[in-house]
């Protein structure tokens, strides 16, 4: 296949070239333009979120296998998909996009294990004694890690620790039977009794705009490490507004590598409706989120090799986006709806370094 080395035009170019007709821009005030592709204009995989019915897409499918090297499953990897009300478990969906992943070639990324948002009924009811909870837990852990060992390049193993004020951890069903730390810890290894060789990660957001939250999850995955969990990596999900000021994200990743650990940009979106009004004229709005884009790949690109695990988009049309399922009004990610490449793909691009 020679898809990697076409140059992506999407019908895009022709519409701006030549004519003022109002679909020739894109909802947000984008002109689509034409780009080579993500995964052979970067280098370090570049991942995207994918739903097992998107799989069926005749237009998405060509997309992602000509723009992405990397797959992490949108939700159907989670506890809401897979723990049944009964407490057994289904794969159907997840075995479905690990399949996909592996007949396209790309890398399959696990997410996530445990997440405080997360608790199956299953869990709940299993208020008996500690030891029963602690073994159902490490039976999920070793079931779905295991499941995909030697497929997996990694794992979210614990989602979102972190309180959003940066006091402390967030309490849930987990911390509250396990402990504190101790769930964290036991989960971390769970999941490398399960699969000794994927690469596992702490994830979180807000990392970017809240310093005070980035310095706690920094300070958990030290206290993480020191405890004995096996952290390979920090996933920073970088769900951004579109008017974060220059300069956070840079510093974030920078902040982020210094605990010298793989670092994965794990769901990067930047919202023009989630913006937090520091930008008083919308029309700005997407410059904003192209010029976020571009830091974010300039400033990824600019960490030491061996720590760029991966730069994952959390979807590639602005339709597919959780966001745009909440706003509609929202267009948050590298291309349109029509799957055009919008100026935020080239300015992604743009800010790749070699
Ligand atoms: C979101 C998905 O995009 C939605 O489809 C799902 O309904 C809810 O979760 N942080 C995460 C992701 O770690 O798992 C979330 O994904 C977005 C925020």
């Given amino acids: 296949m020679t898809l990697d080395r076409r140059i992506v035009l999407g019908g895009g170019l022709a519409l701006a070239a030549c004519d003022r007709r109002a679909d020739a ?10 780009i080579p592709p993500l995964r052979s204009a970067a280098a370090f995989p570049v991942g995207v979120c994918v739903q097992e019915e998107q799989l069926g897409d005749p237009s998405l499918v060509p997309l992602i296998a000509s723009q992405i090297s990397q797959v992490t499953p949108e939700w159907e990897m989670k506890m809401e998909y897979i723990v049944k009300d009964d407490g057994s478990f289904r794969f159907e969906a997840p075995d479905r996009i690990a399949a996909f992943a592996k007949a396209n070639g790309m890398r399959l990324f696990g997410h996530t294990l445990i997440w405080y948002a997360q ?29 995909y060992r030697g497929q997996a390049v990694g794992w979210d193993v614990v989602n979102e620790a972190v309180a959003e004020d940066g006091n402390g951890w967030r309490d849930s069903l987990w911390s509250k039977k396990l402990g504190k730390l101790r769930h964290m810890v036991l989960a971390f290894q769970h999941a490398r009794e399960a699969d000794p060789d994927a690469v596992l990660f702490l994830n979180d957001y807000n990392l970017e705009n809240l310093p005070k939250k980035r310095a706690t999850f920094m300070k958990l995955v030290e206290a993480l490490l020191k405890a004995g969990a096996p952290i390979g990596g920090v996933g920073t999900q970088t769900h951004l507004a579109a008017d974060l000021a220059p300069g956070e994200i840079t510093r974030a990743l920078k902040d982020l590598a210094s605990l010298g650990l793989a670092v994965h940009v794990s769901e990067m979106d930047v919202s023009l409706t989630r913006s937090r009004g520091v930008l008083k004229d919308r029309n700005k709005l997407p410059a904003g989120q192209s010029r976020l884009y571009a830091e974010a790949a300039e400033a990824f690109s600019s960490l030491p090799a061996a720590q760029r695990f991966a730069f994952t988009h959390w979807g590639l049309r602005d339709k597919d986006s959780w966001l745009k399922r909440e706003n509609p009004a929202d267009a948050p990610l590298l291309f349109d709806d029509a799957g055009r490449p919008k100026a935020a793909a080239a300015a992604w691009i743009g800010g790749l370094r070699a």
């Fill in 25 to 34: 821009q894109i909802p947000g005030g984008q002109t689509p333009v034409a």
């Fill in 119 to 147: 608790v199956p009924g299953a869990f709940e009811r299993l208020d008996e004694k500690r030891a029963k909870f602690a073994d159902a837990y490490r039976n999920y852990i070793l079931a779905v890690a295991g499941r």
